[in-house]
């Protein structure tokens, strides 16, 4: 009657992915407990970690359950208690947690009567309140793990990109809290045609180097013409940062998801171990407050 599941943070949009790509990382993620109720409805009954609210309707989690609740017909309800360990604006799909661990723990508890996609499309309802706009960048991979391609988000249509063996992530994320529909707000509406070409270049690229375990072209493929150069501006250091992530030997880095997070991908966990202790170097004279994850992506 009661499960308790990890719901682990993604990076969102992989360089040049912008809204349809993102990969799951294994070590950094929210804890939530799911219980059935005797109680009609959704019931959050306890958040530790960061104070978000109480109220179904204006919970990311209770959102997203509520929006599955309602397609069900059930004389039962759910309580929801949420540990929350990925702080909201932190550009590591703190919001797709919370979506995806209520609905993902409702469906265990029923047997699971919906698969991943239908339980992503309940999920979108939660992420859309936090970013004010329907994407599941960061729910897909959240839900399926590992690389997780959005193909078109309605009809929801998620490919899964196999990720190779050796493939891992540092993350270093400065305390300062970018909103996501802030970030998407600062965007053009139009983009140039040099600049598509070059993305989508760089976007086949990069899923066929995940395909053929090829790490140099994924670390050519992570270049994004088009959000960073309006997105980066936002946050501090992150030229410095990610060249010293190239000199520290990983394939490449980019912002993760809105920011302020910095993802960089190296081939093997030592790598991606020399490359925190190298952008640690760095932020550690800045006097902004951070934290760093080293992650398989899983
Ligand atoms: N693709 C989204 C964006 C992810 O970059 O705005 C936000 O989490």
Redesign the pocket.
């Known amino acids: 009657n009661e499960i308790k599941i990890f719901s682990p943070a993604t990076v969102?949009?992989v360089s040049c992915g912008?809204?349809?790509m993102?990969f799951c990382l294994d070590s950094v993620g929210d804890e939530m407990v799911i219980r059935k109720t005797d109680k009609k409805g959704i019931h959050i009954t306890h958040i530790e970690g960061f104070d978000l609210p109480y109220e179904t309707e204006k919970n990311v989690s209770g959102v997203s359950a509520l929006a599955m609740y309602n397609d069900l017909d059930l004389d039962f309800g759910f309580e929801i208690e949420i540990y929350k360990k990925i702080k909201p604006g932190s550009?590591i799909?703190s919001?797709?947690a919370s979506a995806v661990g209520s609905v993902f723990g409702m469906n265990e508890l029923l047997g699971r009567p919906y698969s991943k996609t239908q339980l992503t499309e309940f999920a979108i309802k939660g992420e859309a309140l936090a970013?004010k706009?329907e994407?599941a960048?960061?729910l897909a991979p959240a839900m399926f793990g590992g690389f997780a391609l959005v193909k078109s988000v309605s009809p929801l249509e998620i490919l899964e990109i196999p990720s190779p063996l050796e493939l891992y992530a540092t993350i270093i994320h400065p305390q300062i809290e970018i909103k996501?529909s802030e970030?998407?707000a600062l965007?053009p509406k139009q983009v140039k045609l040099e600049h598509a070409i070059t993305q989508w270049a760089n976007f086949g690229s990069l899923v066929h180097g995940l395909h053929t375990n090829n790490y140099e072209l994924i670390g050519k493929s992570l270049k994004d013409v088009i959000?960073e150069p309006h997105?980066s501006k936002l946050i501090p250091h992150f030229d410095e940062v990610t060249k010293a992530a190239i000199n520290a030997g990983a394939l490449g880095s980019g912002?993760s998801?809105?920011g302020p997070s910095i993802f960089s991908l190296s081939k093997g966990e030592e790598t991606a171990n020399n490359v925190k202790d190298t952008i640690e170097k760095i932020y550690s004279k800045t006097g902004i407050a951070y934290d760093m994850h080293v992650s398989k992506i899983n």
């Open positions: 969102a949009n912008f809204d349809v993102g550009g799909g919001s797709a970013s706009c994407h960048d960061n996501t970030s998407r965007l959000v997105r912002i998801g809105s």
